[in-house]
């Protein structure tokens, strides 16, 4: 059974700072992809920050210089660390990993999600 949680997020103020952990538990190996997305009421969730398979990195443009994920992949972990952020930020957000259940059978599974507020 694969398990995904996160961890941080909480309410900090215009321009400081909030650290995002997620780890993914279970039989699934090694240098799996992993990613950050999040959702905003009445929104789709959107790719935030992603690590794929061989440690490639990319980020949505939103939030590119303000972000930096990165990740263990021997503990099946990823962390986000978001910095000068603003009220657009505000979201929840969702750690996403990517298992190959079976050969040639890739599925998504997610996290509960953990809620980020911006506000002064």
């Known amino acids: 059974q694969v398990q995904v949680v996160e961890s941080g997020g909480g309410l900090v103020q215009p321009g400081g700072s909030l650290n995002l952990s997620c780890v993914a538990s279970?039989?699934?190996?090694?240098?799996?992809?992993m990613g950050w997305y999040r959702r905003t009421p009445g929104s789709r969730r959107d790719m935030v920050a992603e690590?794929?398979?061989?440690?490639?990195?990319r980020y949505a443009d939103s939030v590119k210089g303000r972000f930096t994920i990165s990740r263990n992949v021997r503990k099946n972990a990823i962390h986000l660390q978001m910095t000068n952020l603003n009220p657009g930020d505000t979201a929840d957000y969702y750690c996403k990993v990517w298992i190959e259940t079976s050969p040639g059978r890739v599925e998504a599974f997610w996290g509960q999600g953990t809620q980020v507020t911006v506000s002064s």
């Open positions: 690590v794929l398979k061989g440690g490639f990195i």
């Open positions: 279970g039989d699934i190996g090694e240098d799996n992809r």
